[in-house]
């Protein structure tokens, strides 16, 4: 049987949180209760014994161990001399979807949680083949993890309702016309009712 994990892509306080500088995305994930849906999962997940692992972002003050100045939209962000510093508010987990039992994998570089990270270790030392991905963005992260995790041999399903990008015409054509072709599309509802099945319960 194989053994799943769900995958939280920048659910951050400085990304679609409080304290965010991308209040599109904020508006988009209210739209299609991403935080409810995600909560609703993770809370089934964890209750299954399913591992939760967020993917997060920051960077440091010297920006050591990130490029800066490869990509249009990092040279953009990176005019704020405090974007998403390491150790701050910023970087955090949403708190409604942080539990002290998940596990955190953090990048400084680039927009898939895979490049330059552990988390495909951490994957495979928990005995992983399948990833459940949510969170933000369709735009990015969302295709570049899905795309990453393929490539490193893990079957992927992407949660449909608890993602998000802008604007919401290319968000769904994202989905229907690129994660398509690498993932398995899901709804919350879809999952809990799986969740079972995946753990043998």
């Known amino acids: ?102 596990l955190e994998s953090r990048r400084h570089h680039g927009f898939s949680p895979f490049t330059g990270t552990s988390l495909d270790m951490t994957l495979r030392s928990l005995g992983v083949s399948h990833v459940v991905a949510l969170g933000v963005s369709l735009n990015l992260g969302i295709p570049g993890l899905a795309l990453e995790a393929v490539n490193l041999g893990y079957r992927v399903t992407v949660v449909r309702d608890a993602v998000a990008g802008i604007p919401e015409e290319y968000a769904q054509a994202v989905l229907k016309h690129t994660v398509s072709l690498l993932a398995t599309r899901a709804t919350t509802a879809d999952l809990v009712e799986a969740l079972g099945e995946w753990t043998g319960k």
């Open 1 to 102: 049987m194989e053994r799943v994990a769900v995958l939280v892509m920048e659910m951050q306080r400085g990304v679609v949180g409080d304290i965010t500088k991308f209040p599109d995305l904020v508006e988009a994930c209210a739209r299609h209760d991403v935080v409810a849906n995600a909560a609703r999962l993770l809370h089934a997940a964890r209750s299954a014994g399913i591992p939760v692992i967020h993917c997060t972002a920051a960077f440091r003050p010297d920006r050591a161990g990130s490029h800066t100045d490869n990509c249009p939209f990092i040279v953009a962000l990176l005019k704020d001399p405090g974007h998403m510093l390491e150790g701050t508010a910023a970087t955090e987990v949403l708190p409604e979807l942080w539990d002290g039992g998940d």
